[in-house]
C-alpha cells in the first residue's frame, strides 16, 4: 500500500501562493486518481481537485481559476498550485488516493488577512 506524506504547508497573506507537494512511497503510474482535500475547523472535509492518470483534472467552484493540481509520475508526487490565497482557504489539506482510500497526514495551510 502506497503511503503519502504532504508537505508545503504554511502561514501565508491573502493573495500570496502556496505549493504543496505529495511524495508517495511507491508509483503512482497505475493510480487513476490522486486528489486534494481539505478540512477548515468545524467543516467536513471536501474536495479541492482531483487529477487522472491521463491528465484531466477537476476542481471544487471554490478554487477554480485560482489553484492547479498537477502530478509527476517519474517523482511519483502531485502538487498543488494556490495563488491568490484567501483566508478561507485556511484548512489543513490532505492528499490522497481516494480509489484505494490512502490519504497523507495533512498539512496545515493558514492565510491571513
Known amino acids: 500500500q502506497v503511503q503519502l506524506v504532504e508537505s508545503g504547508g504554511g502561514l501565508v497573506q491573502a493573495g500570496e501562493s502556496l505549493r504543496l507537494s505529495c511524495a508517495a512511497s511507491?508509483?503512482?503510474?497505475?493510480?487513476?486518481?490522486m486528489g486534494w482535500y481539505r478540512q477548515a475547523p468545524g467543516k467536513q472535509r471536501e474536495l479541492v481537485a482531483h487529477i487522472f492518470s491521463g491528465g484531466s483534472t477537476i476542481y471544487a467552484d471554490s478554487v477554480k481559476g485560482r489553484f492547479t493540481i498537477s502530478r509527476d509520475n517519474a517523482k511519483n508526487t502531485v502538487y498543488l498550485q494556490m495563488n491568490s490565497l484567501k483566508p478561507e482557504d485556511t484548512a489543513v489539506y490532505y492528499c490522497?488516493?481516494?480509489?484505494?482510500?490512502?490519504w497523507g497526514q495533512g498539512t496545515q495551510v493558514t492565510v491571513s488577512s
Open positions: 490522497a488516493a481516494p480509489l484505494l482510500r490512502t
Open positions: 511507491g508509483s503512482i503510474y497505475s493510480i487513476n486518481v
